[in-house]
């Protein structure tokens, strides 16, 4: 159990114990005065200097019906001075009045707003959970032995039909096209030779300009016939 909340049990019947005074001395002290529901009453103190380890235990024990142990809800409050008075109710014993120090009401007020502004955390699985799903031909081994797995580098089984050949792709080849034939006689020189020369005729060595009837030329000698 942890020692703050055992600090709010009844040591004489194990009962918890109800708030119903709150004072805090100068000292630092915060001191209270509890009741169980057998009417056991005592008294227990507490540094403030450690008022967040005990406060939250604080305030569930003060909102506790000393007859009961119900829990309390607020109703009103009421500050005279250094004494806040609060009245609370009970769902089976109606209204109860407790005190507190001012001081210390303003510190437990500014934790209940702090902790009633957590969110809650979320409900647990409400079960059965479900079974276990296996995968199909998976066998549960003994305890402390493992199911066998298939090693990554593990080749094929081999297969009695001959694999697949796959021929490459034929390319269809055109041949290329031949040029037209050129007509005969185009592109073919006749040179003048013998008695064809006429005037106007050109040397068929050098190209030099002949007259009528020459039988050389006069440039570079060529015979002509």
Same mark, same amino acid.
């Given at each position: 159990?942890?020692?703050?909340?055992?600090?709010?049990?009844?040591?004489?019947?194990?009962?918890?114990?109800?708030?119903?005074?709150?004072?805090?001395?100068?000292?630092? #002290?915060?001191?209270?005065?509890?009741?169980?529901?057998?009417?056991?009453?005592?008294?227990?103190?507490?540094?403030?200097?450690? &008022?967040?380890?005990?406060?939250? *235990?604080?305030?569930?024990?003060?909102?506790?019906?000393?007859?009961? $142990?119900?829990?309390?809800?607020?109703?009103?409050?009421?500050?005279?001075?250094?004494?806040?008075?609060?009245?609370?109710?009970? +769902?089976?014993?109606?209204?109860?009045?407790? @005190?507190?120090?001012?001081?210390?009401? #303003?510190?437990?007020?500014?934790?209940?707003? !702090?902790?009633? @502004?957590?969110? @809650? #955390?979320?409900?647990? =699985?409400?079960? /059965? =959970? +479900? /079974?276990?799903? #296996?995968? %199909?031909? =998976?066998?549960?081994?003994?305890?402390? !032995?493992?199911?066998? &797995?298939?090693? /990554?580098?593990? !080749?094929?089984? *081999?297969?009695?039909?001959?694999?697949?050949?796959?021929?490459?792709? !034929?390319?269809?080849?055109?041949?290329?096209?031949? /040029?037209? @034939?050129? +007509?005969? $006689?185009?592109?073919?020189?006749?040179? %003048?030779?013998?008695?064809?020369?006429? *005037?106007?005729?050109?040397?068929?060595?050098?190209?030099?300009?002949?007259?009528?009837?020459?039988?050389?030329?006069?440039?570079?000698?060529?015979?002509?016939?």
């Amino acid at each position: 159990m942890d020692p703050i909340e055992g600090e709010f049990i009844c040591r004489k019947c194990q009962k918890p114990l109800s708030i119903n005074k709150i004072m805090v001395s100068k000292k630092g #002290y915060a001191s209270f005065e509890v009741t169980c529901p057998h009417k056991h009453s005592g008294k227990r103190k507490f540094n403030m200097a450690q &008022q967040n380890e005990w406060m939250p *235990a604080v305030i569930k024990h003060l909102y506790m019906c000393p007859r009961c $142990g119900a829990n309390l809800t607020d109703l009103r409050q009421k500050t005279e001075g250094d004494r806040t008075l609060i009245l609370l109710n009970c +769902p089976t014993h109606s209204k109860i009045k407790k @005190a507190v120090s001012t001081s210390f009401w #303003y510190a437990m007020d500014a934790l209940r707003k !702090q902790l009633s @502004a957590r969110p @809650a #955390y979320p409900p647990a =699985y409400p079960g /059965p =959970y +479900p /079974p276990q799903q #296996y995968p %199909p031909g =998976y066998q549960q081994q003994p305890y402390g !032995q493992s199911q066998p &797995q298939p090693s /990554p580098y593990a !080749q094929p089984p *081999a297969t009695n039909h001959p694999p697949d050949t796959v021929s490459p792709p !034929q390319m269809e080849v055109t041949p290329p096209t031949p /040029p037209p @034939a050129e +007509p005969s $006689g185009v592109g073919e020189i006749t040179l %003048p030779t013998g008695n064809n020369i006429d *005037a106007g005729d050109f040397c068929p060595a050098c190209g030099e300009e002949i007259t009528s009837g020459a039988k050389f030329c006069t440039n570079c000698g060529t015979e002509l016939e």
